[in-house]
């Protein structure tokens, strides 16, 4: 074999270079010897092993290449790290290395009998749903934040945009409290407003060159205008806001808030003037003291229960008992079955079962409405056309729907009163579709639940809440994040995590609980 001095391998460096290895040092010294004194180096040494590995498994794959090759040539050093891994002293390395990694796994102890008894009195849990899906999400994390209560504490920006979203709530409450308190909008259609959307509307002016149309609509339009002003006004004044309100750099983002209420509580009233429900109330709120409703209550075990506590942004209610909730969000959100059964998604099922049971009520459907959108900037220049698109999409709720049977389309005229006419085949408030005879259209199924499959999932929910319950009462604390795939993408409970430095989460040592969208 020749010697090659001229440069060596970049792994075979790496692994010298971890361990303080010299070649003449090697090369002059016993096998025995070298044995002792690297195993004696591994023991003291603070270097990543796992690192240490990955350097040793390249050599040798690189090693076994060229010997496949049948290149009488290799770098010297190259060969005797191989030739020490064929003596047993990469043998050692590895053995240590992989026992390392045993006892160095990331497992999180349960939580004693004692402590818990401390922390659960009675051994009943009193929580809310979002920290159920906390603890779906991973139950380390929820530890470190609910039991634990370890905060991060951040840069401001979050208190900051959390505090924007719960003005933009209230805004909305007060704004929808006074429209229902004042029947707004059973005068508005009184004084002869269509029950067609504004966008319709606008066209419809433009093509009959109709006056008093557009003077309805621009009454109609300035009535909700002046009363999230006069909204906005009302909820600055709360104590909460004090803070905000008056922040130097509130002033440009308040702006900018007004200008979004005024298109999304546009856009909200719209959803409901063009329904037959009317809204039963905003902000629904389950708890003890002064709440609406009483905690949601479920058995666990024999001796032990969860009481459950949370808000509904609101809950609308038609002539026949039907019924809806809309959760206000500021992005775009859908129901993703598989993530609702596997506990990651609880909230709006859990409520619409809830009100169905405390109401005696009948449920047609969780939707989401989106809060935050993208205003039209100075530099997009959009053409009418573009503007009228993308107002419609803004105008649209996403969610489940929920109906009898599969043929059943009659029962979506409910939310939407246009797709009862003639022609009209695509509803502009919910998603859905339908063909000219009356049939749903197949693409948009997904959208739809029937009666069974809604019991069903909302059984199935109703025990996934109890077995998170059993497990947080066990102690179970487990650094097991979910790993979410659908279609080409994939989330993890990790990828916003807070606590990522102080669980440390690896790939070889832990594990993630797979979650697959079929």
């Given at each position: 074999m020749k010697e090659n001095k001229s440069f060596g391998s970049i792994y075979v460096k790496n692994i010298q270079n971890s361990l303080n290895i010299k070649e003449e040092y090697l090369l002059e010294d016993s096998l025995e010897n070298i044995k002792?004194?690297?195993?004696?180096?591994?023991?003291?040494?603070?270097?990543?092993?796992?690192?240490?590995?990955?350097?040793?498994?390249?050599?040798?794959?690189?090693?076994?290449?060229?010997?496949?090759?049948?290149?009488?040539?290799?770098?010297?050093?190259?060969?005797?790290?191989?030739?020490?891994?064929?003596?047993?002293?990469?043998?050692?390395?590895?053995?240590?290395?992989?026992?390392?990694?045993?006892?160095?796994?990331?497992?999180?102890?349960?939580?004693?009998?004692?402590?818990?008894?401390?922390?659960?009195?009675?051994?009943?849990?009193?929580?809310?749903?979002?920290?159920?899906?906390?603890?779906?999400?991973?139950?380390?994390?929820?530890?470190?934040?609910?039991?634990?209560?370890?905060?991060?504490?951040?840069?401001?920006?979050?208190?900051?945009?959390?505090?924007?979203?719960?003005?933009?709530?209230?805004?909305?409450?007060?704004?929808?409290?006074y429209i229902k308190e004042n029947n707004i909008n059973e005068n508005i259609t009184k004084e002869g407003l269509p029950k067609k959307d504004i966008y319709a509307l606008k066209e419809e002016i433009v093509k009959n060159n109709d006056n008093e149309l557009k003077e309805n609509l621009e009454k109609y339009i300035n009535i909700i205008y002046k009363i999230v002003r006069d909204s906005i006004k009302k909820v600055e004044e709360k104590e909460q806001f004090e803070d905000f309100k008056f922040k130097k750099n509130n002033e440009i983002i308040l702006n900018k808030v007004e200008k979004q209420m005024n298109k999304i509580c546009l856009d909200i009233n719209e959803g409901i003037r063009l329904s037959e429900f009317k809204i039963l109330k905003n902000e629904a709120t389950f708890g003890t003291g002064k709440r609406d409703y009483e905690n949601i209550i479920y058995e666990i075990t024999d001796d032990s229960k969860i009481y459950l506590e949370g808000a509904i942004d609101r809950i609308d209610i038609g002539d026949l008992n039907e019924f809806r909730i809309i959760d206000y969000k500021s992005s775009d959100k859908n129901i993703e079955i598989p993530k609702v059964v596997n506990g990651l998604s609880l909230q709006l099922i859990t409520y619409l079962s809830v009100i169905e049971k405390k109401l005696n009520l009948k449920p047609t459907a969780m939707l989401y409405k989106r809060l935050l959108y993208g205003l039209e900037s100075k530099k997009e220049r959009l053409d009418e056309k573009e503007i009228l698109k993308k107002s419609k999409k803004d105008l649209k709720m996403s969610g489940k729907l929920i109906i009898q049977d599969d043929k059943s389309i009659e029962e979506l005229y409910i939310h939407d009163t246009n797709l009862g006419f003639e022609g009209k085949v695509k509803s502009e408030v919910i998603d859905i579709e339908k063909t000219k005879d009356n049939n749903i259209m197949k693409t948009k199924f997904k959208n739809i639940l029937v009666k069974d499959e809604y019991e069903n999932i909302r059984d199935t929910v109703i025990e996934k809440i109890k077995d998170l319950s059993k497990n947080i009462l066990e102690g179970n604390v487990d650094i097991y994040p979910y790993k979410y795939y659908v279609s080409n993408n994939k989330e993890t409970a990790c990828d916003y995590c807070e606590f990522k430095k102080i669980c440390k989460h690896s790939k070889i040592k832990n594990k993630f609980r797979i979650i697959k969208s079929k």
């Open positions: 002792e004194k690297i195993l004696e180096k591994i023991k003291k040494s603070y270097f990543n092993k796992k690192f240490l590995m990955s350097e040793v498994e390249k050599t040798i794959l690189k090693i076994e290449s060229k010997k496949h090759d049948n290149k009488e040539e290799t770098f010297s050093n190259e060969y005797m790290i191989y030739n020490m891994y064929l003596n047993g002293i990469l043998n050692i390395l590895e053995e240590y290395s992989l026992r390392y990694l045993r006892e160095d796994k990331n497992i999180a102890k349960k939580i004693s009998k004692e402590l818990l008894e401390k922390i659960y009195l009675n051994n009943n849990i009193y929580t809310s749903i979002s920290r159920l899906e906390k603890y779906a999400s991973c139950p380390f994390s929820y530890h470190l934040r609910y039991g634990l209560n370890i905060k991060d504490r951040g840069n401001g920006t979050n208190n900051n945009l959390a505090n924007i979203g719960s003005f933009m709530h209230e805004i909305i409450k007060e704004t929808f409290d």
